[in-house]
Structures are given as C-alpha cells and as structure tokens.
C-alpha cells in the first residue's frame, strides 16, 4: 500500500515510530532546542542522519523552527514541537503494525532506561527526590480512558512549558496496557 493511500494518522505513526525521530521528539518536548544542542543531547547519531530525521520531522509538521541566526557563517535553528504535538491517536495506534508497535515502545522504554541510568551516575540527592514511579491499576472504558487523559492534560497543561522559574525539567511518561486474561 502506497503512502498516499494510507490514513493520515498512519502516516504520522510510521514517522513517530522510527528510533531516532521518536528520540529526537522526547527531547525536544516541552523546550526549544538549537540542532547543535540536539546533537549533543543524542552523541551516538551522526550529524547527517540527525539533520535527514529532523527534515522528515519539519516536513511532516511534527517539528517547527521557532528561531533562526547565523552561527559562523551557518544557520543555526533552534526546534520545537509543532503543532501535532506528535501525538499518535488510537486510529494511528491501530493502523501500525505489531513490529512497528513494538519497535516503538522499545525506543520509548530505552530512553527511561537511559534517562534513569544518567539519574543514577548524576549521584545527585536533591534529583533522587523528584524520582518516582509506580504501577496501579485502572478500571476504565474507551470513553472513561477519554476523560480522564482530557482531565491529565488539563492538569499538566501549566508545567508542560519553560516558565524561567528555576523549575526543573522531568520526564512524566505513562503507558496505558490493558490486561489480557482472567
């Protein structure tokens, strides 16, 4: 099947779910970053591949430059998310398939595993103490599950953004699987 005849959403979810884009997008959530401070947040992808994913990014509208200047004779962008916000619906969840799934929530898993191993070598207490997490469980419908992520956005809406408060920059990631079985 073609791209052009496949759903929006899918075509969204196929660009989100490469390793690298979906790394290039958890780091720029909730900030701006120049592509030089992209790089250095993600030494292990060369320069070309880097600047060929955040291209595909701009192009889909995942990805927006806020900021333009000349660096050394360079032009300098500084990114940040786009309007999508680079959000795969259930429709777009649904149109991947369970390689692509699985390929993404390992990118997704690995990126907590490596922003906690950098928690863990930072040897820092004050940062231990903005550590948490937990599992528990929910009892929820389709139309539930829609209220109560409408109700978390709402609430997380005024921390999602650089106020310049002297806050510090966490990572809150959720993961929604149902149960399978008795």
Known sequence: MGEESMPES??????????????IIQQLGGRSLTTAQLREALPDVTQATLYRHV????????LTVVEERK???A???????????????????????????????????????????????????????????????????????AALQAGIAELLAPYQEDRGEGKRRLSLATVLLPEVGP
């Open 55 to 62: 291209r595909a990014l701009l192009d889909a509208e995942l």
């Open 75 to 145: 032009l300098e962008r500084t990114l940040a998310l786009g309007e999508q916000m680079a959000h795969v619906d259930q429709e777009g969840l649904r149109a991947m398939s369970a390689a692509q799934l699985r390929e993404a929530f390992l990118v997704f898993l690995g990126g907590l595993a490596e922003d906690f191993d950098r928690l863990l070598a930072a040897e820092d207490e004050d940062l231990r103490a903005l550590l948490g997490f937990g599992r528990g469980p929910l009892y929820a419908d389709a139309d539930d599950l």
């Open 71 to 73: 660096v050394r004779g």
């Open 10 to 23: 899918a075509t969204l979810a196929e660009t989100i779910a490469h390793p690298v884009r979906l790394r």
